[in-house]
């Protein structure tokens, strides 16, 4: 760790450039190779070496043919990787229901399963409306509020 130099300043202006300009390069193959992606993040890697696409889609895509261009068109190492939908909403960010920060942004590191006997369980509403995140799966808070209600609905019983 050290103190950003001039040169690392320009180096990231440049990833900067080059970040957007991936954009469009990557939205144009992905029409001309007809694929069903849609582009969510563009990483440049600091070394300049290495640039990944991080996309969603509903099936599983062969992008084989669209690396291969991608990697001509940039001269640099391409990596293209499918995101589920709260890897999503944690790349594009935003606010929970709550107010704060999503969750899965600010200090979330795993995605582990969520279910609607969790919401039973914390006896909330079951209007999957109220119970849906920005991903548009359940809550996360569901899952690492549970060991609280558990807790407490422990002491009131006993």
Avoid: W
């Avoid at 609607?116 to 999957?128: F, G, H, I, V």
């Avoid at 109220?130 to 548009?136: F, H, R, S």
């Amino acid at each position: 760790m050290r103190e950003a130099t001039e040169e690392d300043l320009r180096k990231m202006e440049r990833n900067i450039r080059k970040e957007r300009h991936a954009s469009s390069v990557f939205q144009n193959r992905i029409k001309k190779y007809k694929l069903p992606m849609k582009l969510v993040g563009i990483e440049s890697h600091f070394s300049e070496k290495k640039i990944t696409f991080y996309f969603t889609s509903q099936e599983r895509v062969d992008f084989g043919s669209l690396v291969k261009d991608l990697a001509r068109a940039f001269k640099c190492l391409i990596e293209v990787r499918q995101i589920g939908d709260r890897e999503k909403s944690k790349r594009l960010g935003g606010f929970g229901s709550c107010g704060i920060l999503l969750c899965c942004q600010s200090f979330l590191k795993n995605f582990e399963p969520v279910t609607m006997k969790m919401a039973k369980e914390q006896e909330l509403p079951l209007d999957s409306l109220k119970l849906g995140g920005m991903c548009g799966k359940l809550l996360c808070c569901l899952r690492y509020e549970l060991p609280f209600y558990r807790e407490k609905k422990k002491k009131t019983t006993n």
